[in-house]
Nanobody
Framework: QVQLVESGGGLVQPGGSLRVSCGAS????????MSWYRQAPGKERELVAA????????NYANSVKGRFTISRDNDKNTVYLQMNSLKPEDTGVYYC????????????WGKGTLVTVSS
């Protein structure tokens, strides 16, 4: 059974930092590109950051470049998103996504973790 479980969300003040994690199971994690998406209240889900299966390449939304860092540990089947200099507009539910090929094209989603940036 495939599972993506996000953790680490919470309330943080503007300018603060937070790290969210996503633990994966039920598929070959090292074969899948991983991404973080977020959905703010009343808005569509948007891509925040992505990392290739081996971790050698990353890309970021313009709004988070220089502030957020995506990383992965293929031995622990976990992907991370380090968020620094947080702003109120970073508030939203952060979702983990896995995309790759294993007995067919696969696209998996976690249930999300809420990040609230507020004073």
């Amino acid at each position: 059974q495939v599972q993506l479980v996000e953790s680490g969300g919470g309330l943080v003040q503007p300018g603060g930092s937070l790290r969210v994690s996503c633990g994966a199971s039920g598929f070959t994690f090292s074969r899948f590109a991983m991404s973080w998406y977020r959905q703010a209240p009343g808005k569509e889900r948007e891509l925040v950051a992505a990392i290739t299966s081996g971790g050698g390449s990353t890309n970021y939304a313009n709004s988070v470049k220089g502030r957020f860092t995506i990383s992965r540990d293929n031995d622990k089947n976990t992907v991370y998103l380090q968020m620094n200099s947080l702003k109120p507009e970073d508030t939203g539910v952060y979702y983990c996504n896995a995309r790759g090929w294993e007995y067919g094209s696969r696209d998996y989603w976690g249930k999300g973790t809420l990040v609230t940036v507020s004073s």
